[in-house]
């Protein structure tokens, strides 16, 4: 069965959401909070897991997988939006409204990926 076109969309974001990490990488090391210590490493491996279920998502065998993975993900990257809204230099600028905005709008992404996902067949 042909998968439906917002999944590429989907794809396509993640991979360059991922890409970004690594352009950019200075950006995502003021948004990780401080108890995570190894910074770069955190961000290569975040920014490695986005290309790699973006890129998975298009290939039938693992999607289903590619897509619970990018819900694990988000929550575990949630923390970071916290950190954007209590911490002044973490909010990268940003007014408090949009790092608000921001909250909801993970579980949005994460809502998104969860309908591609069968949560009782994992491959």
């Known amino acids: 069965m042909d998968k439906p ?3 590429y969309v989907m794809a396509v974001f993640y991979i360059l959401a991922g890409i970004n990490h690594f352009r950019k990488p ?3 090391y003021k948004i990780i909070p401080p108890f995570l ?7 290569e491996i975040s ?3 986005e290309i790699m279920f973006g890129i998975y998502l ?4 693992f999607s289903n997988l590619a897509a619970i993975s990018i819900v694990i993900l988000l929550v575990l990257l949630f923390p970071a939006n916290i950190y954007m809204l209590i ?3 973490a909010s990268l600028g940003f007014p408090k409204w949009i790092l ?5 709008i993970q579980f949005i992404l994460m809502y998104w990926a969860s309908q591609y996902a069968d949560f009782t067949r994992i491959i």
């Open 100 to 104: 608000y905005l921001r909250l909801p």
């Open 47 to 49: 920014g490695l897991l």
């Open 58 to 61: 298009c290939i039938p065998i």
């Open 87 to 89: 911490n002044e230099k």
């Open 5 to 7: 076109w917002h999944l």
């Open 37 to 43: 210590t190894n910074k770069k490493f955190i961000n």
């Open 26 to 28: 200075d950006v995502y």
